[in-house]
């Protein structure tokens, strides 16, 4: 399909257990974000991707968050140690463009989500 | 206080019913809006993005008033299938990130 697509859509871990969620962007979309949902809460924020480069890590909630892309595409959000308070959807989104004002190049399209449940 | 303050839900309507729902923000720097919605258990989608001088799509109509901070989505004639969580969503300038109101449950009954 021709949509964001991430991996695994759901993933059940024990406390103190590293996990890593995957995103693949819409192809030839320059922009990649990551956001997490909590049950019953709004999406927040976690970290902006332009191209390889992130100028925008003020979301991430903690150092044992972390996040990388290479070759412009493919990104992988860390979460080292986890613990029962980082159980929530982690969802990516991606745009064509991120900061320019334009809002056909704004418009942010979001992937399913990966379900993190910590025991 | 929230950068993004939407009406608290649910709004529980009939079909055929308009509902309005209402969303302010708080920083002046904002420069894209938009609604999204959001199906249980599933992503955001964008509905519409909303234009200082407003802007309709079939039975959506959405307004901005940029002096007071302001941003409404309009739903005439609803239907079943527009029963979902609406989201109110700012863009600040020169940055990539979206800022998201907590949402308003919208739920159409026969």
């Known amino acids: 399909g021709a949509g964001v697509s991430q991996s695994p859509s759901n993933k059940v871990t024990e406390k103190g257990k590293d996990v890593e969620l995957r995103c693949d962007p819409i192809s030839g979309h320059t922009a990649l974000y990551w956001y997490r949902q909590s049950l019953g809460q709004g999406l927040e924020f976690l970290i902006y991707f332009q191209g390889n480069s992130a100028p925008d890590k003020s979301g991430l909630p903690s150092d044992r968050f972390s996040a990388e892309r290479t070759g412009g595409s493919v990104s992988t959000l860390t979460i080292q140690r986890t613990q029962q308070e980082d159980s929530a959807v982690y969802l990516c989104?991606?745009?064509?463009?991120?900061?320019?004002?334009?809002?056909?190049?704004?418009?942010?399209?979001f992937g399913p989500g990966t379900r993190l449940l910590v025991l | 206080r929230k950068e993004v303050e939407q009406d608290p839900g649910p709004f529980n309507v009939p079909e055929g019913a308009t509902v309005a729902f209402n969303c302010t923000y708080s920083?002046?720097?904002?420069?894209?809006f938009f609604w999204y919605r959001q199906d249980c258990r599933k992503e955001p989608k964008l509905l519409m993005s909303?234009?200082?001088s407003g802007n309709e799509d079939g039975r959506f109509t959405a307004q901005l008033n940029r002096a007071s901070q302001y941003i409404s989505l309009l739903i005439r004639d609803s239907k079943l299938s527009d029963s979902a969580t609406y989201l109110c969503?700012?863009?600040?300038?020169?940055?990539?990130?979206?800022?998201f109101g907590q949402g308003t449950e919208l739920s159409v009954k026969p």
């Open positions: 909303v234009y200082s």
């Open positions: 989104a991606s745009s064509s463009e991120g900061s320019k004002p334009v809002l056909s190049r704004e418009t942010q399209y």
């Open positions: 920083n002046s720097a904002s420069q894209s």
């Open positions: 969503v700012v863009h600040l300038s020169g940055g990539g990130k979206l800022i």
